[in-house]
């Protein structure tokens, strides 16, 4: 498991505590989420609060699935039924701090029928991704936002 988190040494000392620390490698911050996102399987994102949705967007744009907390932005593009030849999810969806849904989601990933059923969705849903389309609708809301308030 490999984390990349800006807390860090939290992390780090939860693993020693729980004697996992043998098993999982904690990075940081990255700017370089390119070379991140193409090596791992699936992304990990069990939002407190998220409100653009940006972790999501960049996992889809590269195949991968994601396990997402229903209070993360993004998660409405997971789901492939907007195109009427296909149904599925690009990985699973928890409730905000349910560790249990969280450790479930992650073991079913780990397995790997389950992983690749959601990696089949996720990469039929990349075309759609473009960091570009995503900054577009980022500038048309707070361009519609900034018209309304004027």
Known sequence: LILASEGQWNIHDQTVDRKCDEHVRIIGRTADMQSLLSTCDVGVMPAIHSTIGRFVWECLAFGKPVIASTLTAGTDRMSTHRNKSMHGIAGKFIETNNRKQLTNAMLEMIDEKARAKATQQA??????????IFVDKIESLIHSLAKANA
């Open 123 to 132: 990469k039929l849903i990349a075309p759609e991704m473009s960091f570009d």
